[in-house]
């Protein structure tokens, strides 16, 4: 069983983000608050705990989730292997998978604080379908 294991919204892009509970989903633009909602494909940004665990051994040991700047941190689903184009139902939001992966730019914050950076390789970019609240611990279902 997939679930939410943090919320997570920054006032700043390319910043490791403070945990919220509950987040408010806005219907095609992203969390309430946070830096990268907007108009665009990359409104919400996923990372698996399992993704996480492969950086073990680095200086994120300690640190919290939204570490890699990551909107919402998963645990029982692998994100990455779902492809761009599926649906997503987290609580009561439904969200639509459009990127895997990302360039990490050079002046990256949480590059420089960890040393490197895992969503290039597996954080997943959604925008969403249906807005509403998500709460740690909500399902995750793939639609």
């Not at 994120?60 to 909107?71: M, P």
């Not at 290039?120 to 998500?134: L, S, T, W």
Request: hydrophobic content about 35%; some cysteine; overall charge negative.
């Amino acid at each position: 069983m997939a679930n939410v294991l943090s919320i997570n919204i920054s006032e700043k892009k390319g910043t490791p983000k403070t945990k919220i509970n509950p987040g408010v989903l806005i219907e095609d633009f992203g969390f309430e608050g946070d830096a990268h909602a907007g108009k665009w494909h990359r409104q919400v940004s996923f990372l698996a705990k399992e993704s996480i665990e492969k950086s073990k051994g680095l200086p994120t040991d300690g640190l919290c989730h939204g570490v890699f700047a990551e909107n919402i941190t998963t645990e029982g689903i692998i994100l990455h292997t779902l492809p761009v184009g599926t649906l997503l139902k987290v609580g009561e939001c439904t969200l639509e998978i459009t990127q895997i992966g990302k360039e990490c730019h050079d002046g990256c914050a949480i590059r420089q604080l960890v040393g490197q950076c895992i969503m290039p390789r597996e954080g997943i970019f959604a925008r969403v379908v249906k807005g509403g609240k998500v709460y740690e611990g909500d399902s995750i279902e793939v639609l």
